[in-house]
Structures are given as structure tokens and as C-alpha cells.
């Protein structure tokens, strides 16, 4: 056996109680069963020896589960539900004898499970068959038990669980193990199906020897939970790494499960409250997509008899009273969960004053304002997510307040919008606070708040403003000032001192948080008087020395609002500061970063919240690059992208955009993002754009270029005269060199070396010209003169008209006549173009030129001549067309070039034959309906060949 399929052996063994939830592959298992073949072999020649070799005993006992794995999920072995025919699997498989295991291998064997399970703790199985047992425990054998008990669990999860399983469920898991044994412990088959709940279940030796064993009680409490999460996961379509045997066998379980029983997808992301006892009675508030709920859960009833009765208040009116339903589920009784619309219980109140009374048989077992830990009063909820937030400190996110009167709210955070019915999205930043006459919430950064529980200090500031009065720089507050001491702390040594003024903290009131502290509010004490300069201090009479310092300004009736919640760019700049009834509306120029203000004597110092990039500890950019760059004169590989918002709750992605594909940048562990990595690994493109977001909105960083390129047409006329403008167009290497070739349709008029350079080429004639531009090739691979293609463009010089059909023939696609566009039989074309000038009495804007027509075809005549209404023949070539937009033109016939006219007009429909003639008959004729004047033709331009 090798050493790696040894250690790998030997850690399953030590590491677990049961071990055949771990994966051993084909070749492994062939190597184990070569490997007990041999110790087989060797007992069976040994007269002296009656047992394997202690040593070796892990190894086939991991082999005999194996094996036992193998033969039970083979369905043909499906009959043989006892040892004799496993034993007999396992002499076949290891000596091959399709025969019963030799008298001397058996004991052998069986011992290899005493003995372990004596001397080194294996779990083995206490009644009935115990050696087969233990195996087909270990094996968690048949696959098809482990189903049906997976059926039990799911079976509960839709009618107990309500479609839902969170770690408030794990009471259910053993009501499961005790309602499992109770079934399991008497008269025992495992050939007859069990009852459990409203359901038959097939239940083996293997999974009721692991319920039945009190050793294994919490193993298989974890086998229950890990069962109830993963279906949870599984039915709320998440995904499961496929580790281990179990993790395969639910995975497999489930796809059956989905093509037998589709589950109903309105349940699928239903929010639920996990059942409770009568003890444990909690009734919560939840939102969900734009309205809020009141919630009453399960509550689980021991007696089948019991009657629930609910009644709700509102502001000590009761608006609602009725008996509670009930449900029997596939191991609980219990009421059923009810849902109010918060709306609508409170439609005609003010506040949200809610009082709720549940009463079982005529016994009062809940009152919700009983105790403050179950009041349903609440001047504002605060939701995040869909849950109710408890906590009065919280970090900056995206939030959820469900208001009745949100302007009575002293202060909201500033970026708040309505999202429905009292109900509105809000996204605070540190430092601001929803402030109630009742309730405070605060929001502070994440440092501050991991601190609260360690170190002393003042929350309820207004962030990123200083009052300076006398060069003293003070801390501004406005509605609240908390001063949060660590429970770790001894009140009776502390004294607060306020402008000279002492306070024993034991003598003051104050609130037991949940964040391990003591909090004092400061203002609603009254103890710091407003718009004047304030020095708060805490002096420990143990450590003989002040603790905390902080001097502060109290101003109630400041208002700062920014036209954003931060600056980047172009973005205009605008401050309304409100101070009581005053409003003063300040700008300000992108380059500050901080704005000054006059105020009570002093000035406020208000710092701009800005968002700024830059490239390792380079200078910061407050705006994008407004220009494409050359990566290697901007980034190196290696090189780190440091984003920075003044709003330090704000969480930045950075993306990169490479044509139609957004690719994220990953970040280091110091918060910086691997930008040069990602560019030096996608050479060749013409443009990376780099971006960041924060989740709602995209702000661009730079683009830049890791492929040579002309950003616009390098080459330029003027009065006929070339030039080349390479240093403003050009993306790439400032040192590389080019070739220019100039040439027209016979022959070549330009070749020349260049370096990155604005020059003129020359005067050229008037003419169509292929420009190429070839840049040199700087590999170390390539030799001294290769060059390849860069740019490639046809260069006009004169009249643009004049050359537009130089290399193409017009088809005529269809003709105007009877206000409709017709299709003629026979393919037309126009060759031989050629610009006229417009003459003086001529519309200057108008766009002649000459040709022949023609039928289509090689080998097809030009049409010179077409008979006249008299029978005789007309000229027709050389035809004048006028174009009338950029695929339409009039036609006349007979042009005369020294004359610039045309002698005769345009061209006839004969609607019969359904092509061009040259006859026109008198409108009063009979035959007016069979040749009709073209009005108009349209075209198609197309190159020759």
C-alpha cells in the first residue's frame, strides 16, 4: 500500500467517529482490497495465527466499509438485507469465492470491530446483527435509508418549518432524534417501512443502529442540522461543494426530488419567523418589498386541544380579536403564522403605539408591553434588510425607516428617499444620526464602533465640520452627546467635568447598551449649555489623571446640506448652511478642499467630502483622465490603485471595461487594488477603461491603451499641401519609428522614415490616395527594418464629389412612378461616372454627374439609342444625373457636355414589359396607362471588379 493512501487512511480513521462520509476513488479502493487480499491470504496460511495483525486493523475495517458502500449501492443487492449476504459480498470481493466467508476469516474479521471499539472508542452498534450493523452504520449503507430519512427531514422542513430552517429551529432536531427512537426502539424489521409522522419511511439496520446509539446522540444531532441547512440551501437554490459522500448523496437526492415534486417557487424566497414555545413568544416587526409587517409566528402547542385567541390595540383601541388556526405538522402542533400590513393597523393613528394580547384557554400567556424586551411601541423602525435593527449604534449602510411622521424626526441622514407608504430608503454616512423625540439612532465608523466596548468616548458629532474660535479647534455637536463608558470600567472612580463643573457618573442616569457600555446623554441632561465653548473632561480617581479631553460646541439649529454626497469631476458645487432662520448658499472652486464660514463669533471649518484616486503613493487625482495613455508611461506591472472617499463608509469596486467584457480588480489585503497586474496581463488592446463603483453609481478613472494607436487621422490637408501630425495622435512609444507610404492608383508617391513628429509631407494633386503608416517593430525577435501595419486610410485631395464614384458603378435598385418605388425586370446600371460643376445659374449645392447606362452583364450593351413614341431612334448616352440624397437621383437623357445641358428628358416606364423605353404619349391617349415618366431612381453603389 503506498504511503499516501496509508496517511490518508489512517487521518479518515482519527479524525472521525463515523468514516464513511469521506471519498476514497476506484484506485484507491482497488488498492485496499489487494491490500486485505494479501492479509487474507497470509491468516489463511498462518496455523498459528487467528487474527490480522493489530496494526492493520484501521485499514480493513475502512476496507469492510468500503466494500459495504459498494454493496449496497449496487441495486442488485438489494434483496440480501442481512450479514450473510453481505459477508458474502465481502469473501467475493476480496478472494473472489462466491461463497460464504471461511469459518477463519469471520472471527477474524468481527474482531477487527470488538476490538476497536473496545480499545480505541469506534462506535460500534449495541443490539441485533452488531458487527453487520456497526459496518452498515459506519457505510451510512443503503444509500436508499439515507434518502428516506432525507424524505422525513424534507417532509418536516414543508410542514413544521414552513419552507425554512435558521439556528432558531434547532429545537426541532431533537423532537426528530426522540420521535426517531421512540419508532425505532421497538419490534425492528428492516425489511417493513416505519411511520413516522404522516409518512412510511424506509429506515435500515445502519441509520437505526447510529439513532439508537446514545454515544452517537450528538453526532447525529449534527447529521439532523447539517440535513435541515442544506435542504434549506437547496431549496432556496444555493450551492453545495460536494466534499464528502453526504454532501453527493443530498445533491442527487434533491435532483430526484425536483423531477419527481417541482417545489412551489412562491415559497421559495418567503421570509418566515421560526416557530416558538409558548415561553418564548416574540412578536416582530419585518419589511418586505415596499411595505412593512407586523408578524405573529408559530407558537408550538403541547395539547391538541388548546385554543389560541389574538387581540391587537392600537393606541389602547383594540382593532383586532380572533381565535388563532392551527396546524398539524409532521411532528409539531402549532398555531399558524398571521401577517398584519402595518399600514393598515395603523391607518388611523399618529403614532405606533401597538399593544398585543394572546390568551390560551381564557388564560392571559402573552402581553407584549409586559416587558420592554417584547414592546411593540416604537416612535420609528429601522430595517436592515427586511429585519428590525435593535441597536441604537450602527455602522453606515443601506437602510430601511418606517416612519408615521418622518418630519417630526429631529434629523434624518440626508440621503433619503421614499420607497413607499411611510416607508423609506435611507443610506447614512458616519457621523449622522436619526434623532427622535424618544429614540436615537447613531451611525459611526467601523473602527469606533469595535471600540465602544474598550475605550471611553463622545459620539453625536457632526463629522468632517470644527467650530475654531480663538485658534482652539471644537468638536460640533447638534442633537446628541453621548459619552459611552466600557462596562469594564467602575463608575464610582469617574468623575465628569463640564467647564469646571464635577459629576460623580454613579449619580447620573444612564442606559445599559447592548454594546457592553454605559451610555450617558450629555444634552438630554442638560448639562451642556448651547452655542458656547464647552470643555468636557473624565477624571479617574484611580489612575489619578484625566482619561478623555475633548472640547466641544453645542450649536442645535445648524443645517449643512451638500448638492452631493461627495465631489469628483465637474460636478457643481453647492452648500446651503442654515443656522436657525438664517440661509447662506456658498460655492466654492474644485481645487479647495475645505470651505470657511463665519458663525458665532468664530468660523466653521467645513471639509469638502471628496472621492480621489492614484497609482501607488503618486499625486492624488480628484477627476478622471480626460485622455487615453500609454500604459508604460503611466502604470507599471505591480503597481497598486488606492481609492479614497471622505465618506469612509462608502465601499469602492473597481472594474475594467476591455470591449464588451467588465472584469472586477481584485483588492490586496491593504485595501488596494492590483490594477498593474490586470493591465500588464491584457496587452494588445487599443483601450482598457478603468472604473470604480460603489454599488449605485460609476465613476470613471482613466483609459489607457496597451497597443500602439492613432487616437485621431494623423494625416491633415490644407490647399493641397500634406501634413503628418503624429505627436498629437499618436498612443504608444515616444521613441519608436515610422514608415509612410503614400500612393495612388498607379503608382507610389511617398515613402519616408519618421519619429514621432508633426511635419509636411508635400503638395499633392488633386486625387484619391491610400495613406499607410507602418510603425517598426522594437521585439527583440524581429529584425532591424520590420515594420507592421499601423494605420491605413484613403486621403481625399480636392472636391470630395468629385472622387466619390471614382472606383464604383451605380445598380439601380428600384424607380418612383404612380407614387410608388418599382422593381424594374432587367438589372440597370450606371458606369463611367463622372462630377460636374455646377454652372453659375445652378444651385451650387447640387451634385451632377455624367455616365452610361446600361444593362447589367458583362457582356450587355450600353443603352446609346431607344425608339420614340414616332418609332425613331434617340440618344440616350451619356446620361446627367442630379443626386437627391445618398441613395436616390433624376435622370436626364442626352447630355451634352460642351453645352452642360441635355437635349431630351427622362427616362419611361413601360409598366407591361416592366423596363426603360423612350416613348411619350399625350396624357388624353389611351395608352397612358402602360408608359409612365420615372420621377425618381434609386441606387446602390458598388466597386468594380
Not at 489612575?543 to 466641544?552: A, D, P, Q, S
Not at 457582356?859 to 425613331?872: A, M, Q, S, T, V
Request: glycine share 4%; proline share 3%; aromatic share 14%.
Amino acid at each position: 500500500m503506498t504511503d499516501y493512501l496509508y496517511q490518508k487512511i489512517k487521518k479518515v480513521f482519527d479524525e472521525n467517529k463515523l468514516i464513511g462520509t469521506y471519498y476514497f476513488n476506484e484506485g484507491e479502493y482497488s488498492e485496499m482490497i489487494d491490500y486485505a487480499n494479501h492479509k487474507c491470504c497470509a491468516l489463511l496460511l498462518n496455523r498459528n495465527e487467528r487474527y490480522f495483525p493489530k496494526i492493520d486493523y484501521p485499514i480493513l475495517f475502512v476496507t469492510l466499509v468500503q466494500i459495504a458502500i459498494h454493496w449496497k449501492n449496487n441495486p442488485k443487492n438489494d434483496i440480501h438485507h442481512n450479514d450473510r449476504g453481505f459477508w458474502k459480498y465481502v469473501s467475493k470481493i476480496i478472494l473472489g469465492d462466491d461463497v460464504s466467508l471461511d469459518s477463519k476469516l469471520y472471527p477474524a474479521f468481527t474482531n477487527i470491530i470488538f476490538t476497536l471499539g473496545k480499545y480505541q472508542n469506534l462506535p460500534v452498534a449495541d443490539s441485533g446483527q452488531k458487527y453487520y450493523a456497526t459496518i452498515m452504520m459506519h457505510s451510512f449503507s443503503p444509500q436508499s435509508s439515507i434518502y428516506s430519512f432525507f424524505d422525513l427531514c424534507y417532509n418536516i422542513y414543508k410542514r413544521d418549518l414552513d419552507f425554512g430552517f435558521t439556528t432558531d429551529d434547532l429545537w426541532l432536531c431533537d423532537i426528530v432524534l426522540m420521535q426517531l427512537r421512540n419508532v425505532l426502539d421497538g419490534n425492528y424489521k428492516e425489511d417493513k417501512l416505519v411511520s413516522i409522522g404522516s409518512n412510511a419511511y424506509s429506515i435500515n439496520i445502519g441509520l437505526r443502529s447510529f439513532v439508537l446509539n446514545k454515544n452517537l446522540s450528538n453526532e447525529f444531532l449534527e447529521f439532523i442540522k447539517y440535513t435541515f441547512f442544506n435542504i434549506n440551501k437547496l431549496f432556496n437554490q444555493e450551492t453545495i461543494d460536494e466534499k464528502t459522500r453526504l454532501d453527493h448523496h443530498i445533491m442527487d437526492w434533491w435532483k430526484n426530488k425536483l423531477e419527481g415534486e417541482k417545489p412551489d417557487k412562491n415559497t421559495t424566497f418567503r421570509k418566515r419567523i421560526p416557530t416558538v414555545s409558548k415561553q418564548n413568544i416574540t412578536i416582530r416587526y419585518q419589511k418586505r418589498d415596499d411595505e412593512a409587517y407586523l408578524c405573529v409566528p408559530s407558537i408550538r402547542l403541547e395539547d391538541n386541544t388548546s385554543t389560541m385567541q389574538l387581540s391587537i390595540f392600537v393606541e389602547e383601541e383594540k382593532v383586532y380579536c380572533n381565535e388563532m388556526r392551527t396546524k398539524h405538522g409532521e411532528l409539531v402542533f402549532a398555531t399558524k403564522p398571521i401577517e398584519f400590513e402595518l399600514n393598515k393597523l395603523l391607518q388611523y393613528s399618529k403614532f405606533i403605539n401597538i399593544k398585543i394580547e394572546i390568551e390560551e384557554s381564557e388564560t392571559i400567556i402573552f402581553q407584549s408591553e409586559k416587558n420592554k424586551s417584547t414592546s411593540l411601541c416604537r416612535e420609528f423602525i429601522l430595517f436592515d434588510g427586511e429585519q428590525e435593527v435593535f441597536s441604537q449604534i450602527n455602522k453606515p449602510t443601506n437602510y430601511f425607516l418606517f416612519s408615521k411622521d418622518i418630519d417630526s424626526l429631529k434629523e434624518t441622514p440626508e440621503d433619503l428617499t421614499t420607497c413607499g407608504k411611510n416607508l423609506y430608503n435611507i443610506y447614512p454616512t458616519a457621523g449622522e444620526n436619526i434623532i427622535g423625540k424618544t429614540k436615537q439612532v447613531f451611525f459611526i465608523n467601523k473602527e469606533k464602533s469595535s471600540n465602544l466596548a474598550e475605550n471611553i468616548s463622545l459620539i453625536g458629532n457632526i463629522t468632517d465640520v470644527e467650530w475654531i474660535f480663538n485658534n482652539t479647534h471644537y468638536t460640533i455637536y447638534k442633537n446628541a452627546i453621548k459619552l459611552m463608558i466600557p462596562e469594564s470600567w467602575n463608575l464610582k472612580i469617574l468623575e465628569l467635568r463640564i467647564n469646571n463643573k464635577s459629576y460623580r457618573l454613579q449619580d447620573l442616569d444612564y442606559e445599559q447598551i447592548e454594546l457592553d457600555c454605559y451610555e450617558y446623554g450629555l444634552k438630554a441632561l442638560n448639562l451642556i449649555p448651547e452655542s458656547s465653548p464647552t470643555i468636557i473632561s473624565l477624571y479617574s480617581y484611580e489612575k489619578e489623571k484625566i482619561l478623555v479631553e475633548e472640547k466641544i460646541i453645542l450649536l442645535p439649529n445648524l443645517d449643512i446640506h451638500f448638492n452631493a454626497p461627495f465631489y469628483y469631476g465637474d460636478i457643481e458645487r453647492k452648500v446651503d448652511i442654515k443656522n436657525k432662520d438664517q440661509i447662506t448658499e456658498l460655492t466654492w472652486d474644485k481645487d479647495q478642499n475645505e470651505i470657511i464660514y463665519p458663525i458665532h463669533s468664530g468660523i466653521l471649518l467645513i471639509k469638502v467630502p471628496f472621492l480621489r484616486w492614484r497609482i501607488n503613493d503618486k499625486k492624488w487625482n480628484y477627476a478622471s483622465l480626460n485622455r487615453r495613455i500609454w500604459y508604460k508611461d503611466f502604470i507599471e506591472n505591480g503597481d497598486l490603485l488606492e481609492v479614497e472617499c471622505s465618506k469612509e463608509d462608502k465601499d469602492f469596486s473597481v472594474f475594467a471595461q476591455i470591449n464588451d467584457y467588465k472584469y472586477q480588480i481584485p483588492r490586496n489585503q491593504n485595501d488596494r487594488f492590483e490594477i498593474g497586474r490586470f493591465i500588464y496581463a491584457n496587452e494588445n488592446n487599443i483601450n482598457i477603461s478603468v472604473f470604480f463603483s460603489d454599488g449605485k453609481n460609476y465613476f470613471s478613472l482613466f483609459n489607457i491603451a496597451t497597443k500602439e494607436l492613432f487616437i485621431t487621422n494623423p494625416i491633415s490637408c490644407k490647399n493641397d499641401t500634406v501634413y503628418l501630425n503624429i505627436q498629437e495622435n499618436f498612443i504608444g512609444d515616444k521613441e519608436n519609428e515610422f514608415l509612410i507610404i503614400i500612393r495612388d492608383q498607379d503608382k507610389e508617391n511617398l515613402r519616408k522614415n519618421v519619429f514621432v513628429e508633426n511635419i509636411e509631407l508635400g503638395i499633392f494633386e488633386e486625387n484619391i490616395y491610400q495613406v499607410i503608416i507602418k510603425i517598426k517593430n522594437r521585439s527583440l525577435f524581429s529584425g532591424n527594418e520590420a515594420y507592421h501595419p499601423l494605420f491605413e486610410e484613403n486621403l481625399i485631395i480636392g472636391k470630395l464629389e468629385k472622387f466619390r464614384f471614382k472606383t464604383k458603378y451605380l445598380r439601380i435598385e428600384s424607380v418612383f412612378v404612380r407614387s410608388g418605388w418599382i422593381r424594374p425586370s432587367k438589372q440597370y446600371v450606371i458606369r463611367d461616372l463622372e462630377y460636374i460643376e455646377p454652372q453659375e445659374n445652378e444651385n451650387q449645392s447640387s451634385i451632377y454627374y455624367s455616365g452610361k447606362l446600361k444593362i447589367a452583364g458583362k457582356d450587355r450593351p450600353f443603352i446609346d439609342y431607344l425608339l420614340n413614341e414616332k418609332g425613331e431612334e434617340e440618344k440616350i448616352n451619356p446620361i446627367r444625373i442630379e443626386l437627391r440624397d445618398k441613395n436616390s437621383f433624376w435622370l436626364e437623357c442626352d447630355y451634352d457636355k460642351e453645352d452642360n445641358l441635355c437635349n431630351i428628358g427622362g427616362l419611361v416606364y413601360d409598366d407591361i414589359k416592366q423596363e426603360f423605353c423612350n416613348i411619350n404619349v399625350p396624357s388624353h391617349s389611351h395608352k397612358i396607362a402602360r408608359y409612365i415618366p420615372v420621377d425618381m431612381f434609386k441606387f446602390k453603389e458598388e466597386e468594380y471588379v
